[in-house]
């Protein structure tokens, strides 16, 4: 099984910025691809980066600029720098990865961390 463990978030002013973690500690498994999602209060979750083997990104429009997603893959951990955070960015962040486990691919989830932008 991946464990999936998550760190950084909190409570910022808006302009500012934070940066997140999800580690992914152990051996025995194989991990193709991480994402970054959120989810507010009254809203689906929304998909906001992916990070792929090799270092390819993408971005969500609502983060594109604003947000950084990085992967150091031999430490299997993931980070989204955050910066000129606004109000709207207030939400549970989950990390997510699709990793395999000898020959199973399945997704997995961090526990979520809550970032706050105060206006």
């Known amino acids: 099984q991946v464990q999936l463990v998550e760190a950084g978030g909190g409570l910022v002013q808006a302009g500012w910025s934070l940066r997140l973690s999800c580690a992914a500690p152990?051996?025995?498994?194989?991990?193709?691809?991480m994402r970054w999602y959120r989810q507010a209060p009254g809203k689906q979750r929304e998909l906001l980066a992916v990070s792929t083997i090799g270092g390819s990104a993408d971005y969500a429009d609502s983060v594109k600029g604003r947000f950084t997603i990085s992967r150091d893959e031999a430490q299997n951990t993931m980070y989204l720098q955050m910066n000129s955070l606004k109000f709207e960015d207030t939400a549970v962040y989950y990390c997510?990865?699709?990793?395999?486990?000898?020959?199973?691919?399945?997704?997995?989830w961090g526990q979520g961390t809550q970032v706050t932008v105060s206006s």
């Open positions: 997510n990865a699709l990793a395999f486990v000898s020959t199973t691919l399945r997704a997995y």
């Open positions: 152990g051996t025995g498994f194989s991990i193709q691809f």
